[in-house]
């Protein structure tokens, strides 16, 4: 996997490996910071039977809960959309991408200025947004997402869990734990270190190069059936290699068990002078993508003005691609603060650099960021036709999706409102974002009781049980909880108080 520069705070990684340790009994896996650092069984064995493909799932879901509920975590529904979007047209690319276990897979991103991707079991890969701002074309990008999904693809994860013991992957947790922490604090570092030491764990660390090497090759076949440029891996990847060699991390140098070696890369160089040559254009999302989460990055007044200078010099100096990018990020900053005629002026811009350019493919997320304008000028009426028509044409795009629902609730549509995400609600049962919108749907409309329901799936699909038990009292008491209501809180009351006990069961153990 991609190797981290350095570490730009803990609450990820601790939080994850923290989450992973208490929640199962069966051997685990650590830190996504750490995750390049773990070894790899024998290829050809059986040793992944001891994890089968529906345990490997779910482990990854309950490391993506702990994961969304880090701040550290983009939950931006545009940013979610292109990701996924090209995501899944990479693992479109040949057919048998997804592996054997042919999982749904799920792409993401964090907010963390280093260069690093990560592959979870189970089909979630993450990436940093300083990866992607990092990458100079989606082919480049395409390189670093096609090596994670061939991690995925050959359960490198779930064969490497599978071959551990319980007690020796806690040694192994001890000094990938300290490895993070001394970033932050050299005491506790050590300390967490001093707690997991052994020969045995630090020899299980050195392992992990053959699975890089084999996701390299997978990678570079998903790119070249992508009809991406399979230099863009070369190209990427040396540019990384010469990042990590600037480094001055105090990461302990056995635990750096995935370097970018002279020699993978020139096995990488060989393979694409076999490889026809492709010259590919990006899509004008790709420039959206990066200033958007140029912004989000560092989501603050000072960082809202550090960015507009320099999209300002990419509106003076830069491509086309990069002024449209740059026009889309000031127009964000112009909307975080509040000044809808720049906001609105901008668009108007940018728009018609668009309809100059007919050739261009329709952009989801600068559709996606004229119903936000609507949205802030107070045109609900507008909103809702926008955002109708946009998931008329994008109709994968769960970002629209929700911007329709806050458009409908903008101008008053509550039934419609609400009626459209119960509808959501049984199509997409684990987002939270869905439970929470139509928890705000029904207190428009002084629904109690369906508010606090609302809620209480919100905080459960999130994690958090107790708050989700608290939710469901408060909806029991609720003056205008109709019998039907009582009977689906007592209910879902027992299934949540199980599933507390499960977890509290697990963390004694």
């Known amino acids: 996997m991609v190797k981290p520069i350095r570490s730009s705070g803990l609450s990820l990684g601790l939080r994850l490996l923290t989450a992973v340790i208490v929640t199962f ?3 685990v896996l650590l830190a996504p910071a750490a995750i390049h650092a773990q070894a790899l069984p024998d290829l050809g064995g059986g040793d992944s039977a001891e994890l089968s493909p529906l345990q490997e799932r779910k482990l990854g879901e309950d490391i993506m809960n702990s994961i969304r509920r880090d701040p550290a975590y983009m939950s931006d529904l545009p940013t979610l959309d292109y990701l996924n979007q090209f995501g899944n047209s990479l693992l479109a690319a040949i057919p048998d991408a997804r592996g054997e276990t042919d999982y749904d897979f799920f792409f993401f991103a964090v907010r963390d200025p280093t260069l690093n991707a990560f592959a979870l ?8 947004s300083g990866l992607v701002l990092a990458a100079q074309s989606e082919s480049e990008l395409a390189s670093v997402m096609a090596h994670e999904i061939g991690h995925v693809s050959q ?3 779930a064969r490497m869990i599978g071959n551990q013991k319980q007690d020796s ?3 192994i947790a001890g000094l990938l734990l300290g490895a993070l922490a001394m970033r932050a604090s050299p005491d506790l570092g050590m300390a967490a270190m001093m707690g997991g030491t052994g020969v045995a764990a630090q020899r299980r660390l050195s392992f992990g190069r053959d699975a890089e090497r084999e996701a ?3 990678g570079l076949n998903i790119l070249n059936g992508g009809g991406f440029e399979a230099t863009g891996m070369v190209n990427f990847f040396g540019r990384l290699q010469n990042a990590s060699r600037n480094r001055s991390d105090n990461m302990p140098s056995w635990l750096r068990t995935h370097p970018l070696t002279t020699e993978r890369i020139a096995d990488i160089e060989a393979r694409v002078r076999d490889m026809p040559y492709r010259q590919r254009v990006d899509s004008l999302d790709f420039s959206l993508v990066k200033a958007r989460l140029r912004v989000l990055q560092d989501d603050t007044p ?3 003005r550090d960015v507009s200078v320099l999209f300002g010099e990419q509106i003076k100096h830069g491509t086309r691609a990069q002024v449209l990018g740059a026009r889309y990020g000031m127009l964000m900053v112009a909307l975080r603060q509040r000044d809808v005629a720049q906001a609105r002026a901008l668009m108007e811009e940018m728009r018609a650099e668009v309809e100059r350019k007919p050739s261009l493919v329709p952009s989801v997320l600068l559709h996606s960021l004229e119903v936000d304008v609507a949205l802030a000028n107070g045109q609900a009426p507008q909103a809702v036709a926008l955002a109708a028509d946009g998931r008329n044409r994008f109709p994968l795009s769960r970002g629209l999706s929700m911007q329709y629902a806050e458009a409908l609730l903008a101008a008053g549509r509550l039934q419609e409102a609400t009626s459209f995400l119960r509808d959501q609600a049984q199509i997409y049962r684990q987002d939270a974002g869905i439970q929470k919108a139509l928890a705000r749907a029904y207190a428009e409309q002084n629904k109690q009781a369906l508010q606090h329901m609302a809620l209480a799936e919100y905080y459960a699909i999130s994690g958090a049980v107790p708050a989700a038990l608290e939710q469901l009292r408060i909806a029991r008491a609720a003056p205008d909880a ?3 209501d009582l009977a689906i809180i007592d209910a879902r009351e027992r299934e949540l108080q199980a599933s507390w006990r ?8």
């Open 302 to 304: 000072r960082g809202w």
């Open 155 to 157: 359960r490198h994860i």
């Open 502 to 509: 499960d977890i509290m069961s697990q963390r004694k153990k």
């Open 169 to 171: 992957l806690l040694p």
């Open 216 to 218: 390299d090759r997978i």
């Open 25 to 27: 009994s069966a051997p």
């Open 121 to 128: 079991p189970g089909g979630f890969i993450g990436a940093n």
């Open 482 to 484: 109709a019998f039907h």
